[in-house]
């Protein structure tokens, strides 16, 4: 079931994807594509593996709206994090340092079909990602844990409007049904000297909401 759902989801966010390029060659010789860029404010602990032991912060995405014609608009979008921790225990006279590093990437893109209504505009469509997340642990300076980079695959269903505060600038909200899924078969790790291994994968489904800015640049 799972498979099915991811299946259709990829297929409908390639046929818009398709449908803009078609788009674009018919608007050859016509309105110039127009392009902007924007922020959209999420949730770093949607995307981070379950299990992570991790706390959830808010990390900002940066968009590139690229409008096609009056219908279409395709929107890459890349978003990062990175976050270091020291925990130390203190035990009579002796004391203990662990030092956790996580980071995740996130690239995407996104296909929209448009609607405008004189200042608002609202868009349908769909957004896909790849997700890299790394974790490391270690423990004084003798043990350490260190993951690899585990890959993942983000596919969200969305709708979103702004509204047009002048010629340039959007202010707007969009909201998703993000499909998340995540898998490495083999994550060496090393403790001690000694080595071993941890087959790691998981999913998981999440309404999302996001406050988006956008500024379009003169054409």
């Known amino acids: 079931m799972k498979q099915i759902t991811w299946k259709v989801l990829a ?3 390639a046929w818009l994807l398709v449908q803009g390029s078609v788009s674009a060659q018919s608007n050859v010789g016509g309105a110039a594509a127009r ?8 949730d770093v602990g949607e995307l981070l593996p379950a299990g992570s032991d991790q706390t959830a912060a808010i990390v900002p995405s940066v968009l590139i709206p690229i409008t096609i014609g009056d219908w279409f608009r395709v929107e890459p979008e890349v978003g990062g994090y990175r976050n270091t921790s020291t925990l130390t225990d203190v035990v009579g006279s002796t004391s203990g340092t662990q030092t956790r590093r996580f980071s995740l990437l996130h690239i995407g893109t996104g296909a929209f079909g448009v609607a405008t209504k004189e200042r608002f505009k609202f868009y349908y469509g769909g957004r896909i990602a790849y997700l890299r997340y790394k974790q490391s642990s270690q423990t004084g ?13 983000l596919v969200a269903p969305a709708v979103g409007g702004e509204y047009m505060l002048s010629d340039h600038f959007s202010l707007g909200g969009e909201v998703q049904v993000r ?4 898998s490495a078969e083999s994550v060496p790790r090393t403790a ?19 406050l988006v800015v956008r500024f379009y640049f003169p054409l």
């Open 141 to 153: 300076s003798f043990e350490s844990f260190t993951y690899p980079s585990i890959p993942g695959w």
């Open 35 to 42: 392009v902007g860029l924007g922020v959209s404010i999420s």
């Open 179 to 182: 499909f998340i899924s995540w």
């Open 11 to 13: 297929v409908i966010v």
């Open 192 to 210: 001690g000297g000694f080595s071993t291994s941890t087959i790691i994968s998981g999913a998981s489904i999440s309404t999302y909401g996001a």
